[in-house]
């Protein structure tokens, strides 16, 4: 069955980086585009990027240009989206999905809690 | 890029149909046929209803459905249950460089 599994709650300080990873399991990695998107706390959700993890390409968000990396391991099937210069704004809840090109999401990871707080 | 527009909040009793819109431009939701809906229940990851403006996943029920005209789209749920009740995220294709909005949410309340 498909699986997405993201690492575990960060704590950060305004200023650092987060590393978040996605690991899939149950399809073929390299089919599939994949998007991140985030929630703040009682607030929507917001498009981050997404990743052709065949190629390696990426298109991000007018938002998050500059600041944010999405890279891909083909031979563990692990895709990684990287913030950087983090404000607590970026306190919110990171989902990996799996989907087309266009947006749609199939399956998601269970989220990963970024914290950042002085 | 702005957010799509969506009514904050519908409710509706068990059994009826509620519709839930979604507003853009003629730069997404009007120019592109890639809108897609999420159901999100407290705590939990978003789960993908419709997609394509239109199409539904496979096992998701039969009264969902998606449509569109010009720059709006919209979701309508047919037979309220009260499982239904959670937040509805559009989502719309925005062309490359601009990547892809979703909408403000609009909560669900069922009666």
């Known amino acids: 069955q498909v699986q997405l599994v993201q690492s575990g709650a960060e704590v950060k300080k305004p200023g650092a980086s987060v590393k978040v990873s996605c690991k899939a399991s149950?399809?073929?990695?390299?089919?599939?585009?994949m998007p991140w998107v985030r929630q703040a706390p009682g607030q929507g959700l917001e498009w981050m990027g997404i990743i052709n993890p065949s190629t390696g390409s990426t298109s991000y968000a007018q938002k998050f240009q500059g600041r944010v990396t999405m890279t891909r391991d083909t031979s563990t099937s692990t895709v990684y989206m990287e913030l950087s210069s983090l404000r607590s704004e970026d306190t919110a809840v990171y989902y990996c999905?799996?989907?087309?090109?266009?947006?749609?999401?199939?399956?998601w990871g269970q989220g990963t809690l970024v914290t950042v707080s002085s | 890029q702005s957010a799509l527009t969506q009514p904050r909040s519908v409710s509706g009793s068990p059994g009826q149909s509620v519709t839930i819109s979604c507003t853009g431009t003629s730069s997404d939701v009007g120019y592109y046929n890639y809108v897609s809906w999420y159901q999100l229940h407290p705590g939990k990851a978003p789960k993908l209803m419709i997609y394509d403006v239109s199409k539904r996943p496979s096992g998701v029920p039969d009264r969902f459905s998606g449509s569109k005209s010009d720059n709006t789209a919209s979701l309508t749920i047919s037979g309220l249950q009260a499982e239904d009740e959670a937040d509805y995220y559009c989502c719309s294709y925005a062309g490359t460089y601009t990547s892809r909005v979703f909408g403000g949410g609009t909560k669900l309340t069922v009666l």
């Open positions: 999905a799996r989907g087309s090109f266009y947006g749609d999401a199939d399956y």
């Open positions: 149950g399809y073929t990695f390299t089919n599939y585009y």
